[in-house]
């Protein structure tokens, strides 16, 4: 009897044992994973924004194009191309790479998405892929971010620059674009073409910022300055702006 006894508790010992080894090992294998995903994100984020990495990543990112409204803004750095000929490439690259970090965290403080850079010009969006009531409002906030903090990069570096910030809204077509091989998340359309044009004129009005009539259409109030109708080049019809 006492050995039946003795048997009985070792026997419920190592199942309690084995039980416990099975849920340490679970739980070992759920943390690796964790960490494996979550390297995966810091990764993939380096190469795409974090938001499009997170909706990718969890299957929410439509693999098709689909209509969205949001607003588009583009950024250049202006006096910048004339330092090409006179700083060292070193110097040059580390300028460069201080005012898009300055960039990238303003449009990112307003939940907004850095859709690329080019060159000494950075394009976002705002309202998609997830999306943003207020887009609009985000967007000119950022615009104004982006504008007092180039002026404290120039500052610091001692060099003439100024940014130029185009902003426009409207119905664009997103989703991920590309070859096979690789592919990018972006929007197309009229509206992005816009903001470009609408960015190109701050030189011409020589204002860091200026946001295009359908954007202001959006805001809730304003403040703005109205600097009359254009014709921009590509654009058909006049587009009225206002600078912020």
Do not use: C
């Not at 340490?24 to 924004?49: D, I, K, P």
């Not at 404290?152 to 060099?159: D, I, L, N, S, T």
């Amino acid at each position: 009897m006492l050995f039946r006894s003795l048997g009985a508790s070792l026997f419920a010992a190592a199942l309690a044992w084995a039980f416990w080894q099975e849920r340490h090992r679970r739980a070992l294998a759920q943390l690796a994973h964790a960490r494996e995903m979550e390297s995966v994100r810091q990764t993939f984020g380096r190469f795409v924004t974090p938001e499009v990495a997170e909706e990718a990543l969890a299957g929410r990112l439509s693999t098709q194009g689909e209509a969205r409204d949001v607003t588009v803004l583009f950024a250049d750095l202006r006096g910048f191309t004339p330092l090409t000929a006179s700083l060292p490439p070193q110097r040059l690259v580390e300028l460069l790479n201080a005012w898009l970090t300055e960039m990238v965290a303003a449009i990112e403080a307003e939940g907004g998405v850095v859709n690329k850079f080019i060159g000494d010009a950075v394009v976002a969006i705002f309202g998609a892929p997830r999306a943003q009531p207020d887009h609009a409002e985000r967007a000119v906030r950022a615009a104004r971010r982006m504008a007092a903090a180039t002026r404290a990069v120039a500052e610091r570096h001692g060099q003439a620059l100024r940014a130029g910030v185009g902003v426009n809204s409207g119905t664009v077509i997103a989703g991920p674009v590309g070859a096979a091989s690789r592919m990018e998340y972006t929007v197309i359309g009229e509206v992005v073409n816009v903001a470009a044009r609408v960015e190109a004129l701050t030189r011409t009005l020589d204002v860091d910022v200026l946001v295009a009539d359908d954007t202001v259409a959006r805001l809730g109030s304003h403040g703005l300055r109205d600097r009359g109708t254009h014709a921009l080049k590509g654009v058909p019809t006049p587009v009225r702006v206002w600078e912020a």
